[in-house]
């Protein structure tokens, strides 16, 4: 039994997250890619499978607090992925980028902070190996009216 339950699994347990399955994807791609020391995934939007989707503008009817809840629930999304592609998340050597895709009106001023749900939430995991450069970007629309949408970059071992 031992070794089955890896370190950052354990350390998803103490923050209280667990993986879904990982989400399949809608159109022609493949929701994550390994190229040689790199695992890029797919955006990820913020949508629990099988369960609450984050639908709506930021500023609008979806409030700062739930987009930063809908952004946490993107990084989940990806983690799943990386599991999926990796096996096992301790293969993360580290979170190299995050690009985050915030839906919102026209003069929404805390695009930063909603996308802070979803690099908290890495930064917690991996600790130091989470700390990443990120982009963060307000759009007229997202796939499915979802309120964000993040992608990321890591290097794998």
């Known amino acids: 039994m031992a070794g089955k339950t890896g370190k950052i699994d354990k350390r998803l347990m103490e923050l209280g997250v667990t993986l879904p399955s990982p989400p399949v ?86 695009i930063p902070q909603v996308m802070n749900g979803a690099s908290d939430l890495i930064v917690q995991v991996f600790g130091e190996a989470g700390k990443h450069a990120r982009t963060t970007v307000g759009v007229a629309q997202l796939p499915q009216d979802c309120s964000v949408e993040v992608e990321a970059i890591f290097e794998v071992r």
């Open 25 to 110: 994807p809608v159109a022609n791609y493949v929701p994550a890619v390994r190229a040689g020391k790199l695992l890029i995934c797919a955006g990820q939007v913020s949508v629990v499978p099988g369960g609450k989707a984050f639908k709506g503008k930021l500023g609008a009817e979806v409030s700062l607090e739930t987009g930063q809840e809908a952004a946490r629930t993107c990084a989940i999304n990806i983690l799943a992925q990386v599991k999926a592609a990796l096996g096992s998340l301790d293969k993360v050597k580290r979170c190299v980028r995050m690009g985050g895709f915030i839906n919102v009106v026209p003069n929404y001023g805390h």
